[in-house]
């Protein structure tokens, strides 16, 4: 069991309903849900199983219908939109499917956007060496490859030392052997960081690389596994 004062995240009967006219669409359905600090958890599950909607939750972009979340001792599921807005700005760091980087600024300025307003940044040069990007610091995103250019969101998401890392399919829109890059990224900040990290994947191979796989199907989870020995992301194929 999760000690409370390891416990980064919990959630307790949460669902989320989404209303069309008169039609009512189920994305969760009662999730119970746990994470440790410097837990590194991959979700799994098909397009529509909740998964994305649950990180939307936990990470203070969308609100629960029903149930409760909690981030530390704060609960989530009561906060308003300004302090959702706080929630985000001082714990969390995102890293989407799309890069989203500021196409006139380079890979440094992209990073130091983020640090102008955290509590506790490093700096960007320090987040940047973490994703092995030091030497691409004074590079605009339009000459970096996809993967660079991941790497540099994923060095913008960390930069502010969130307590948590929430990425949703960070891998969808590459290849295997630059995913592969990026997935070494987000293990080196998790370990060197210690931010709690969530990764949301279709990628069944991925499965291997985190601490804990849960499996998420029609609003629910329905699946939890402990890997007994980790996989580095070097020794994953797809």
């Known amino acids: 069991m999760t000690s409370p004062d390891e416990t980064v995240f919990r959630t307790r009967g949460l669902t989320k309903v989404y209303r069309s006219g008169a039609q009512e669409v189920h994305a969760l359905r009662g999730v119970d849900f746990a994470a440790r600090k410097g837990e590194f958890v991959i979700i799994l599950g098909p397009s529509g199983s909740g998964k994305s909607t649950f990180l939307n939750i936990v ?15 704060h609960q989530l599921t009561v906060m ?14 995102f890293v989407f499917q799309f890069y ?3 196409p006139s600024l380079t890979a440094r300025e992209n990073v130091a956007l983020v640090t102008e307003i955290a509590r506790r940044p490093m700096s960007p ?5 973490l994703v092995g990007l030091a030497d691409r610091r004074d ?3 339009a000459q970096l490859s996809g993967g660079e250019q991941q790497r540099v969101a994923i060095a913008r998401a960390i930069a502010k030392n969130p307590e948590v890392l929430l990425c949703d399919e960070p891998t969808g829109a590459l290849d295997s ?15 060197t960081v210690g931010a709690t990290t969530l990764v949301i994947t279709h990628n069944v191979a991925i499965r291997e690389i985190g ?8 609003g629910r989870i329905v699946e939890e596994t402990v890997n007994a020995a980790k996989k580095r992301p070097a020794e994953v194929s797809w």
Do not use: C
Not at 211 to 218: L, M, P, S
């Open 211 to 218: 601490d804990r796989v849960v499996r998420f199907a029609d």
């Open 80 to 93: 308003n939109e300004r302090e959702l807005t706080q929630y985000r700005r001082d714990h969390v760091g």
């Open 125 to 129: 040069d320090d987040a940047l060496a």
């Open 59 to 73: 990470g203070g972009l969308d609100m629960a219908s029903g149930g409760e979340a909690w981030f530390q001792e």
């Open 100 to 102: 989203n980087l500021v």
């Open 139 to 141: 590079n605009f995103p």
């Open 177 to 191: 052997a630059t995913g592969i890059k990026v997935l070494e990224a987000l293990s080196e900040v998790n370990r």
